[in-house]
């Protein structure tokens, strides 16, 4: 089945420093990949569309100068928090999906992200 | 439709028994729902999909039923086991020309031994 790797799983770090986040398909090519936040007891919020060779997509709310993200390959795209703040704090997810028909998003294990 | 910030419901289940986990979605133009099964502490994990031309979906234990005219999404779990233990979501695909999916409040499925 489809794997989605992501690194790390847990990141504890002081305010003012920037964490990035790497997001692989470990076996399928991914054109599209996706970047969601999840806070506590609450479903997943899509934060960006990696799009392979091009710039993302954000979504309304979403600072792109804040969270940077770079999918320069088929296989891997990461998000960059930058000069993080305890706000920043959360779960953060990737997805990605094969290229080809009607194909579900599989998803990362998540990255703890602590600042503090 | 979009998460807001409210309280999980939660559903309990005697082991062995069959559930049903419900799901409103809020896009009619909406061609693709997924459902999707989460873990404390890992990410989502894919359960069985469905598309809009089709009512029913059955997979191993598990089977998806759509209702279009109520936008309505069911799963149902049979026989269940402690490991069915999670958080279920259902998610949406909007028929827009990407790939963006919308995901439910979730359920919070609890199997009592």
């Known amino acids: 089945g489809a794997v989605v790797s992501q690194h790390p799983s847990w990141v504890i770090c002081k305010s003012g420093t920037s964490v990035k986040i790497e997001c692989r398909s470990l076996?399928?090519?991914?054109?599209?990949m996706f970047w969601y936040r999840q806070f506590p007891k609450q479903s997943l919020m899509l934060m960006a569309t990696?799009?392979?060779?091009?710039?993302?997509?954000?979504e309304q709310g979403v600072e792109k100068d804040k969270f940077l993200i770079n999918h320069a390959s088929l296989t891997l795209s990461t998000l960059t928090v930058t000069s993080a703040h305890p706000e920043d704090s959360s779960f953060y997810i990737c997805?990605?999906?094969?290229?080809?028909?009607?194909?579900?998003?599989?998803f990362g294990d998540g990255t703890r992200l602590s600042i503090l | 439709g979009e998460s807001v910030g409210l309280h999980l419901p939660t559903l309990s289940v005697q082991e062995g028994d069959n559930s049903i986990i419900n799901c409103a979605y809020s896009?009619?133009?909406?061609?693709?729902f997924i459902w999707y099964k989460q873990e404390s502490g890992k990410g989502p994990q894919f359960i069985i999909d469905i598309r809009s031309n089709m009512d029913k979906r059955q997979g191993q234990r598990v089977t998806v039923l759509l209702n279009k005219t109520v936008k309505h999404l069911s799963l149902q779990i049979a026989a269940t086991q402690p490991g069915d233990s999670a958080v279920y979501f259902c998610?949406?695909?909007?028929?827009?020309?990407?790939?963006?999916?919308?995901f439910g409040t979730g359920t919070r499925l609890t199997i009592i031994p």
């Open positions: 896009n009619s133009a909406s061609d693709y």
């Open positions: 076996d399928f090519q991914a054109t599209t």
């Open positions: 997805s990605a999906r094969r290229d080809s028909g009607n194909q579900p998003q599989h």
């Open positions: 998610a949406e695909r909007g028929n827009f020309g990407n790939e963006k999916l919308t």
């Open positions: 990696s799009n392979e060779g091009s710039k993302a997509t954000y």
